[in-house]
């Protein structure tokens, strides 16, 4: 009940295209999900997060979207870009058990081709 | 300013050795975590410090695991009697002081043990 399954595992999109990675959890006392990016050798860093009252955040190219009815959410890519080429990772959080821990995915490997 | 660093950057020991990875946060960082991240896989969460509270060690995995933090600086993790499965990456966060609120945690690049 506690994890957090991301997919797909791998994304390939070209220049100037969308690309979607999505997760679906069990646990619905989550309250905070963010997204990190990691690139080769770095640490992960916060790319974007939200709360389960909206819907949808949006941040430059990169916007989330929150089904919490589906207990899904998603990141969208737009325009990617070869400099987005990276590692993605969502997780999940709660009050209860700590905001501290977070319940990662198992990260999704984006390479946009030039 | 100076972020989360990590030493060494690589590490490779023989099974049964003990090792030691070095954590130091961002500076006014009251909150500190330990991560590991083995390979294809997500980050899993290890320990927990903040300020002078007991930390939250929930997530070690054995009692070969350990960790130390002096004050609200550097951290250590000890893993002793190294096995191949520890083989991993060990990534270190620090945040503002956590609490109900969720404040942004900065990772540093990780330290990436091999275990022969």
């Known amino acids: 009940q506690q994890q957090v399954k991301q997919s797909p595992q791998s994304l390939i999109v070209q220049k100037g295209g969308i690309s979607i990675i999505n997760c679906a959890y069990e646990n619905t006392a989550f309250d905070y999900f963010p997204w990190y990016q990691q690139f080769p050798g770095k640490g992960p860093a916060l790319l974007i997060a939200?709360?389960?009252?909206?819907s949808e955040k949006k941040e430059g190219r990169f916007t989330i979207s929150f089904n919490k009815s589906a207990k899904q959410f998603s990141l969208h890519i737009m325009d990617s870009q070869p400099g987005d080429s990276a590692t993605y990772f969502c997780a999940a959080s709660n009050a209860d058990s700590g905001t501290y821990k977070y319940i990662f995915g198992t990260g999704t490997r984006l390479k946009v081709l030039a | 300013g100076a972020g989360v660093s990590q030493s060494p950057s690589n590490k490779v020991t023989e099974k049964g050795k003990d090792v030691e990875l070095r954590c130091d946060p961002i500076s006014g960082h009251t909150a500190l975590y330990w991560y590991r991240q083995r390979l294809g896989q997500g980050l899993e969460f290890l320990i927990y410090?903040?300020?002078?509270?007991?930390?939250?060690k929930s997530g070690l995995p054995s009692d070969r695991f350990s960790a130390e933090r002096t004050g609200e600086s550097v951290s250590t993790l000890t893993i002793q009697r190294t096995q191949q499965e520890d083989s991993a990456v060990y990534l270190c966060?620090?945040?503002?002081?956590?609490?109900?609120?969720?404040?942004?945690?900065?990772f540093g690049p990780g330290t990436r043990l091999t275990v022969l």
């Open positions: 410090f903040q300020g002078n509270s007991a930390p939250d």
């Open positions: 966060a620090s945040s503002l002081a956590s609490g109900r609120s969720y404040n942004e945690q900065f």
């Open positions: 939200i709360r389960p009252d909206v």
